[in-house]
């Protein structure tokens, strides 16, 4: 027997992704996130895919940016560009 609701809930999950694993992925966006190749792009949304596919429990063949519209998350590459805007706009700002 299984049952839909099992498993962590995706609240949680979404949790965790914001706080945790797009942290980690955002470190030191301000020197990389204007140069992303797309390679590297490639890989962080592999790895927001999955979250995502988490969060909405969704079938595996489902579009990446249906899954992310869906599960309320932002595109990782994006997110990491506003990070390095606003880190390059603190540091004009102590100047």
Do not use: D
Not at 54 to 60: D, E, L, V
């Amino acid at each position: 027997m299984t049952g839909r609701g099992w498993g962590v809930n995706p609240k949680i999950i979404r949790k965790w992704y914001k706080t945790v694993t797009e942290r980690k992925i955002c470190y030191a966006a301000s020197i990389w996130a204007e140069n992303l190749t797309v390679r590297k792009e490639n890989i962080i949304n592999s790895i927001q895919r999955q979250f995502a596919l988490r969060i909405t429990h969704a079938y595996r063949t489902s579009p990446t940016s249906a899954l992310l519209t869906l599960s309320g998350l932002q595109p990782t590459s994006l997110v990491a560009q506003r990070e390095a805007t606003l880190s390059q706009l603190t540091r004009l700002r102590k100047m």
